[in-house]
């Protein structure tokens, strides 16, 4: 049989040198690159775990040792072997212990009379595999726990067919007010105005149906003060415990709202001005300029005096004409960009 190439670096913890001797010769056979150590008491096993030096792969672990034995051997073994699978060595006499040991932390046990290179190095193989695929699964939790929490943006789990919350990060919490409690005995009804509750109907029933036509990205959502909030929803499906959950991601639209309602109103009036400049301020500008021409062709406009009057009349009136004109050409630029 082929060897197993990679490295391994084993303790043994055994008090009875003949089993360790079966033991080393087991794992020989399997590992190419084995390195064992070997610890006769639970003293010598301790200072190994200790030893940052010494990062083990997995740890069989005999029963009785001199100083050390059963539930307080493992329960003490286990403690110091953290993120190392141990492995329980038993006799027939302790295997409903061995059983047991399951319970306080050890990742598997072997009765040491059915030991064979085979069912040892499966044993390693599986248990090493597991511990990694349980700090695997760990480690991925904490990510999505912390993309969750650390996320900005407020976001809320919920049931989708109670629409009950079942989870909230700590921007909802800021963002509404409720602490997680009164979360958790909340509905996605309780976020919306009475007079939406059929908007959320149907955008539920649209969004998560085939037809998606009828969603409604925009609405609005109640604080814990009454306070109403204009909010953008970004909806999603995930699993949670093998069940099918609604995730919302929300974004407080509010003062981009305002903004974009003073702008329109900013627009709106603007629009009145320049109406204003075009017809209601030229309209007597006209009669003025019309008065003038009446005045330069009448008797009392011939003097040389008048004459001069009249013309500064009209050369202000027409700047004034002009001014308004330029005006309005930039009022429609704008206009027309909108």
Request: aromatic letters at 8%.
């Amino acid at each position: 049989m082929a060897k197993d190439v990679e490295h391994y670096h084993v303790l043994v913890v055994e008090d009875n040198l003949g089993d360790f001797v079966i033991l080393e010769e087991y794992l020989s056979e399997s590992l190419l690159n084995l390195k064992i150590k070997h610890a006769e008491s639970f003293k010598a096993a301790a200072r190994y775990l200790e030893d940052a030096a010494s990062q083990f792969d997995i740890v069989f672990l005999d029963l009785s040792l001199p100083d050390k034995s059963g539930e307080e051997l493992v329960l003490q073994i286990i403690k110091r072997a953290i993120g190392i699978p141990v492995v329980v060595l038993t006799g027939f006499s302790n295997l409903e212990f061995g059983s047991r040991s399951l319970a306080l932390g050890a990742s598997d046990y072997l009765l040491k009379d059915d030991l064979s290179a085979a069912i040892l190095y499966k044993s390693l193989l599986y248990n090493i595999q597991r511990v990694k695929f349980i700090s695997e699964l760990k480690e991925s939790r904490s990510k999505y726990s912390d993309l969750f929490q650390l996320n900005p943006s407020p976001i809320i789990v919920y049931d989708l067919e109670t629409l009950r919350v079942v989870d909230v990060n700590q921007a909802t919490i800021l963002k509404y007010g409720y602490d997680e409690e009164e979360f958790l005995s909340m509905n996605l009804f309780d976020f919306r105005p009475k007079e939406e509750y059929d908007i959320l109907r149907r955008a539920i029933e649209g969004f998560w149906g085939d037809d998606k036509s009828d969603f409604q990205r925009i609405t609005k959502h109640i604080k814990k003060t009454g306070e109403i909030i204009d909010v953008e929803v970004n909806p999603a499906k995930i699993r949670i415990n093998n069940k099918d959950a609604g995730l919302v991601l929300i974004n407080d639209i509010t003062e981009n709202i305002k903004y974009t309602r003073k702008i329109e109103e900013q627009n709106e009036a603007f629009k009145e001005i320049a109406w204003i400049q075009s017809h209601v301020v030229r309209a007597p500008l006209a009669r003025l300029l019309g008065l003038v021409n009446l005045l330069e062709i009448s008797e009392e406009g011939s003097s040389k005096e008048n004459s001069e009057l009249l013309q500064f009349i009209k050369e202000s009136a027409l700047e004034l004409d002009k001014i308004v004109r330029d005006i309005n050409e930039k009022s429609e630029i704008i206009i027309s960009r909108e």
